[in-house]
């Protein structure tokens, strides 16, 4: 069976793909784009990427395509939420009219990711809910584990497989994989080095994850292998004639497959919809233990997904639309807008310059005012901060109230496990908004934050109560375990 066809087969897409594999794009009759509101962004030296500004107002959405699919493909969709919302779209990385990078290390998820945060700084679209659909979600899982300060929120369109979320229990053996081959390429030239140590501890927690992946995609490759010879195969690049163009994309889907990661700690508010049970239509309607078969290679793969979902990020807003296909913006798009609404309307509110690209400009009045379908809680900005919180790995980036000690220092005593990693941030209205917030790239329990800046990092001793203490105008902060 072709590679590609494989690995979406078994993860989750199982049913779309039987059912029809040469459906990914969707009509753009139903809204046109004018021309002025696309345009190209420098993401990386010699990459642009195609953007649309779809128009509207309200809090910023920007949609991510799935694998093969661009900037247009999910018209129909956007042109129901413009009236609310200010929608952005991007063609990512590797698909016409954006850039193709000839190097393979040029489209790992991160890599990826860090495009996604070049369009919005370079836009200032002010913590935009990104919404992606399919392979998309390993760039918002990226997104929201590296940078949660710049966006509101995450949207998962049939997008939370192993690529967006590691299973920890089950493993992902493309994640697992790919993890391994980086760290063996590493290898040589750390012996060469004379001390191979941390890499060699790196391979050695990496392999016994792939070899339980490996297990468990043992079991899944049974079924498989009794349904390959039933299944469409993908449509096939033409043979290549000689001095031919070589289609570009042709390298790279691969090279997006071997980029993928494993994110497992995802900060952020997120909604993830899953097609679960997908829709099997007819697909062995008279073979009853092949259609067994089926359904139980996607529970295996998406239903593992789900769980791994609702166990490893609590917070989040696990859905399952039953008898859905992949394109579930499509086939259950009344689901999908509802789910998108509720989802967005609970987000914390935003400044006036989170309503978009230039919308820092308009009259805060102005902007207030309201309609039926207004979406987004406008904030104005106090003078000087009357909350302050805690936010960090430590509450998975929720928020914290902070005491108010003196005129100017806020305080929060938090319990923390022994000898970990914390990262955390300082945020007067809880919104992460503009110039509010403190971060930097201070790394120790003592130093000084600074105004939209990086996290913060320190290292725990024991396990005990800590105590966190930040000072609004000096922007000195400390960690001490509590007396």
């Not at 490996?214 to 043979?239: E, G, M």
């Not at 980029?259 to 700690?265: I, K, L, P, R, S």
């Not at 097609?275 to 078969?293: N, Q, S, V, W």
């Not at 609970?346 to 207030?368: M, R, S, T, Y």
């Amino acid at each position: 069976m072709n590679n590609t066809l494989h690995r979406f087969l078994t993860l989750g897409a199982v049913c779309g793909a039987v059912l029809q594999l040469s459906a990914q794009a969707t009509s753009t009759d139903s809204i046109q784009v004018r021309q002025e509101s696309v345009q190209f962004v420098t993401v990386g030296e010699n990459v642009r990427l195609e953007v649309v500004d779809w128009g509207g107002t309200g809090r910023p959405l920007i949609f991510l395509a799935g694998l093969g699919n661009n900037a247009h493909s999910y018209a129909a969709l956007i042109a129901k939420l413009v009236p609310d919302y200010h929608v952005f779209s991007l063609t990512r990385r590797g698909f016409p009219p954006s850039s193709i990078s000839e190097s393979a290390e040029a489209y790992s998820s991160d890599r990826l990711g860090d495009d996604v945060v070049a369009v919005i700084d370079a836009l200032k679209i002010f913590h935009p809910v990104l919404v992606g659909h399919s392979i998309a979600g390993e760039e918002l899982s990226s997104v929201g584990s590296r940078h949660p300060e710049k966006i509101s929120g995450l949207v998962y369109l049939d997008a939370g497989y192993g690529y967006a979320l590691y299973d920890r229990v089950n493993g992902d053996w493309q994640v697992s994989m790919n993890e391994a081959n980086r760290e063996l390429a590493q290898l040589p030239q750390a012996r060469l080095s004379g001390d191979p140590t941390l890499v060699i501890n790196q391979l050695l927690e990496t392999l016994p994850q792939l070899e339980k992946a490996l297990a468990n995609q043992k079991q899944i490759q049974v079924l498989v292998a009794d349904l390959a010879p039933y299944i469409p195969q993908a449509r096939q690049h033409p043979p290549r004639h000689h001095n031919a163009p070589v289609d570009p994309t042709v390298m790279v889907i691969p090279a997006i497959i071997a980029g993928e990661q494993a994110y497992t700690d995802i900060r952020v508010p997120i909604l993830a919809l899953f097609a679960f049970p997908h829709a099997l239509g007819d697909t062995f309607k008279d073979d009853p233990k092949r259609r067994a078969e089926l359904q139980e290679v996607e529970r295996l793969n998406a239903g593992g997904q789900i769980e791994a979902f609702k166990r490893q990020l609590p917070t989040a807003r696990v859905i399952c639309l039953p008898n859905a296909t992949h394109l579930i913006m499509t086939s259950n798009e009344t689901d999908v807008l509802r789910e998108m609404n509720a989802f967005v309307n609970g987000l914390p509110a935003i400044g006036a310059q989170g309503l978009g690209n230039g919308a820092e400009k308009q009259d805060l009045e102005a902007a207030k005012k309201t309609s039926p379908g207004e979406k987004v809680a406008l904030t104005e900005p106090a003078a000087e901060p009357e909350t302050m919180y805690l936010r960090g790995s430590m509450n998975s980036w929720g928020k914290t109230a902070m005491s108010l000690v003196d005129a100017d220092t806020w305080k929060v005593t938090v319990s923390l496990p022994a000898h970990t990693t914390e990262n955390l941030k300082f945020d007067a209205w809880g919104d992460w908004t503009h110039g509010a917030n403190w971060g930097g790239a201070g790394v120790g329990a003592i130093g000084t934050a600074g105004p939209d800046g990086g996290n913060l990092t320190f290292t725990t001793g024991e396990g005990t109560s800590y105590t966190i203490t930040f000072n609004e105008h000096t922007l000195r902060y400390s960690v001490e375990a509590a007396q």
